[in-house]
């Protein structure tokens, strides 16, 4: 995997100088932003409403407003760039199902975007493809990473206005059990929700109702000519899976998209994302050639998978009880880490020593990404948002990747009354809580914010955060370092918790020579090495101590 290095001197230095250093990306310590776009900002009123879907729903089962364009106003702002965030996750933005399905809870909408009904196109109400273009080239400009959210598993559920794919597409039984491999993948996560017969390499016709559609629009021709160059380039047959990986890797090709997160993972046979990530790569090698005045670096792309119940202590096999499955050998790079928040109700030090050994162990090479809620985990660390502050520390401090759902720097509340199943984690965002600064369990919107922004530029400014190799320092009060190497790069960062208010005094050990300047990120000083020590005067009892970049 290329690690794209480019940086302007190492942190090491003689006595006295000052360094300037500009730090390389490593998606190992990425700081991912994860938003639903239907309910972060709502950029565009005129796009609110599409193809009648004006039933009345259940409460937060219908779209909201969000769109693509508020996530670039908030990318303009400097939003994300305060918050030290180097990656967007956004969910699914292809067309949705035109209807809603009513679960005896009243009716539900796709506006979480995970109920495809064509991957080629765009949903309306989350934008257009100049939209998706003016997201990425936004993105970018602010040095910020967009991974995109795909399905290959299912089509989206079957209303009065959304016929079923014809059969030798999907499946509609049995339902899955996860008693074993095949119980888990050879069949439908849902009633009424179609499976895509990923296993299968049998040739198939389009769907009728997708050939209807691109000739109503004027694209069928089109969509057709690039399907045959792409099945005479690849020699793939014109199986189901083909084609999906055909119409995902599009959006690589024309906009730029830097990773992939896997949808439903381990419901698809594994060699599947080994082929998606080859025509990924080679679709990022061709946009790259293309574009080479806007290309960030020269890091491959990326795929983070879920893998529902994937834990880092369960190392590189993930058990279906009857099989184990390597998903790190089929082009996948990192896994979403459903273990973290049970991990986060221990101490600091066995929190970050544990997962440091992992990841530079067994899982060495590869990444995992931690979080503490998320859009459909009902168990999240910190639910009542009790201990907002602790939360963070720990998430951003960890070892790994880091995945800020959205909100969790301002404290939306992740329990909603009247709603139902997840629902109630996919508020909108809390921008009136913001502004208003509003006061939760003894906590400050304001209050927590800052400490998501001191943290999160750490992170992006030192890879050695998520990436680096993890020593105790002192156990009280508690001080850590972390140290990373990579092809030339050095970078190392001591960190303070629990420290005395006011003057206080740091042993930087071994870390950085006498004279270095260095900066305390949470403070927002400078000190110098003077006797390998530095010392603090501030009121935090957290110091982020590291050389000054950006």
């Known amino acids: 995997m290329s690690v794209g290095i480019t940086f302007n001197s190492c942190h ?3 006595a006295g100088q000052k360094i300037v250093v500009e730090a390389p990306f490593f998606w190992e310590n990425a700081n991912i932003y994860f938003l639903l776009t239907d309910r972060f900002m709502n950029g565009d009123l005129s796009n609110d409403l599409n193809f009648d879907r004006i039933g009345q729903t259940a409460k937060l089962r219908g779209f909201e407003g969000g769109d693509i364009k508020g996530v670039i106003q ?6 994300f760039n305060n918050l030290g965030i180097t990656v967007l996750w956004l969910t699914p933005w292809f067309e949705q199902i035109h209807g809603g399905t009513d679960e005896g809870t009243g009716m539900t909408y796709g506006y979480h975007g995970y109920w495809t009904s064509d991957w080629t196109s765009m949903d309306p109400n989350f934008g257009t493809e100049e939209d998706l273009s003016n997201l990425v080239e936004a993105a970018h400009s602010h040095g910020i990473r967009i991974l995109m959210d795909v399905i290959i598993n299912h089509t989206g559920p079957v209303t009065q206005q959304d016929p079923l794919w014809p ?13 074993s491999y095949e ?6 996560l849902v009633e009424n929700l179609p499976d895509i017969r990923t296993e299968t390499l049998e040739p198939v016709a389009l769907p009728s109702q997708l050939l209807e559609k691109w000739k109503k629009e004027g694209r069928l021709e089109r969509e057709t000519s690039e399907l045959e160059a792409f099945f005479q380039r690849t020699g793939y047959p014109r199986a189901p899976r083909y084609y999906i990986i055909k119409w995902l890797t599009d959006y690589i090709r024309k906009y730029g998209i830097d990773g992939y997160r896997l949808d439903t993972a381990k419901h698809i046979e594994e060699e599947v994302w080994s082929e998606l990530n080859k025509e990924a790569q080679l679709a990022f090698k061709s946009w790259k050639s293309k574009n080479p005045h806007v290309v960030l670096d020269d890091q491959d792309f990326f795929m983070v998978a879920e893998v529902y119940g994937y834990g880092i202590s369960a190392g590189r096999n993930f058990s279906f009880g009857d099989r184990k499955v390597d998903y790190f050998e089929n082009g996948i790079q990192s896994m979403i880490n459903f273990e973290f928040k049970e991990s986060a109700t221990s101490s600091y030090e066995k929190l970050f020593s544990e997962y440091s050994e992992m990841l530079h162990g067994e899982l060495a090479g590869y990444g995992v990404l931690n979080y503490i809620s998320s859009h459909d985990d009902g ?13 963070a520390s720990k998430l951003l401090l960890c070892p790994g990747a880091s995945q800020v759902y959205y909100g969790d720097e301002s404290s939306r509340e992740l329990i909603i009354p ?10 909108p965002m809390n921008w009136e809580e913001i502004e208003s600064n509003t006061v939760r369990n003894g906590f400050s919107v304001h209050e927590i914010m800052k400490h998501y922004q001191k943290l999160g530029k750490f992170r992006r400014d030192h890879p050695a955060v998520g990436a680096g190799k993890h020593q105790m320092l002192q156990q009280i009060p508690y001080t850590f370092s972390r140290r990373f190497e990579r092809d030339g790069y050095t970078d190392q960062v001591v960190v303070g918790m ?8 740091i042993d930087i050990k071994s870390f950085f020579d006498e004279g270095t300047e ?33």
């Open 12 to 14: 090491r230095s003689d």
């Open 74 to 79: 908030k990318i303009q702002e400097g939003y």
């Open 167 to 179: 059969e030798e597409w999907v499946r509609t039984s049995p339902a899955c059990t996860y008693n």
């Open 183 to 188: 119980t888990t993948v050879t069949c439908t």
């Open 379 to 391: 168990g999240p660390f910190d639910r009542e948002r009790i201990k907002p502050i602790e939360a």
């Open 418 to 427: 009247g709603t139902n199943g997840d629902a109630t984690l996919r508020s």
């Open 498 to 505: 629990d420290l005395r208010k006011g003057i206080k005094e």
């Open 518 to 550: 260095l900066y305390d990120y949470y403070s927002e000083t400078f000190a110098i090495v003077t006797k390998g020590k530095i010392k603090l005067d501030s009121d935090y009892e957290m110091a982020l101590v590291g050389i000054k970049n950006r």
